[in-house]
């Protein structure tokens, strides 16, 4: 069946499910999700087969495109509810202020507060790889949560927690975790930030990254796909 016709089939019905499901996914039931909205995609260990290069700089042997499932807002606030359980099983204190990055995790954050009852706002993107916050102000009674749609490398996460900070004239009291739907890192001690963990919807183990120069696959000849969602189909052989 081609991905057009999985697309029309199945698609349709993901939206009706219900944002409560009561209970946690199943891996099988995100992978599900993933691949029928055509945002997931992994390397079939051809070393002459095309390879992902990510905006990190990094080269991949996988893609997940999170902004792609987040479009449709039924999916978003059936993650977003995900995360604000999965939250709630490890930490029971307050949540007044719920904040993501510019500007991927900018809908996935705001559900997350719809769900808490929480104020909102995400950061703005400044020079170089920046994250400025300027329009909302967190009071220092206010206890915040951050919300990423993907965790690859620690850069963004950590530039937003420098941004709140440094826009912010007082000590900001974080949520003692990150929140994110996808987490995809790779690397020795990751999986926490600043001595806290970082707890995912979904952990994609299987999906390497590494330095161009260390790539084991261009080294085999494999072409890097920059840009992996504009050039979907090259990447994926898709025809």
């Not at 479009?71 to 509810?81: I, S």
Request: charged letters at 20%; proline letters at 5%.
């Amino acid at each position: 069946m081609s991905m057009g016709r999985i697309m029309g089939s199945l698609l349709p019905e993901l939206l009706r499910l219900p944002r409560d499901m009561g209970r946690r996914l199943t891996v099988r039931e995100i992978m599900h999700i993933f691949e029928t909205c055509e945002a997931l995609w992994r390397h079939n260990g051809d070393e002459k087969m095309s390879h992902a290069g990510l905006t990190s700089g990094l080269c991949s042997n996988g893609f997940v495109s999170v902004p792609t499932v987040l479009q449709y807002t039924p999916l978003a606030e059936l993650f977003a509810d995900q995360i604000v359980r999965m939250v709630r099983e490890v930490y029971a204190g307050p949540v007044n202020v719920v904040v993501g990055s510019d500007h991927a995790s900018a809908t996935l954050s705001y559900a997350v507060a719809v769900g808490f009852r929480a104020r909102h706002d995400f950061t703005e993107k400044g020079e170089g790889k920046t994250q400025r916050w300027s329009r909302l102000f967190i009071r220092p009674d206010e206890v915040v949560l951050q919300v990423e749609e993907l965790i690859t490398t620690l850069s963004t996460t950590n530039a937003v927690r420098t941004g709140v900070r440094s826009g912010t004239p007082h000590g900001v009291n974080f949520v003692p975790l990150v929140a994110t739907l996808v987490d995809r890192m790779n690397l020795p001690g990751a999986h926490e930030f600043e001595g806290s963990p970082i707890i995912s919807i979904h952990r994609c183990d299987d999906i390497k990254t590494w330095q161009p120069e260390e790539c084991p696959l261009c080294a085999a000849g494999s072409e890097r796909i920059n840009a992996p969602k504009q050039n979907w189909a090259k990447l994926t052989g898709a025809h």
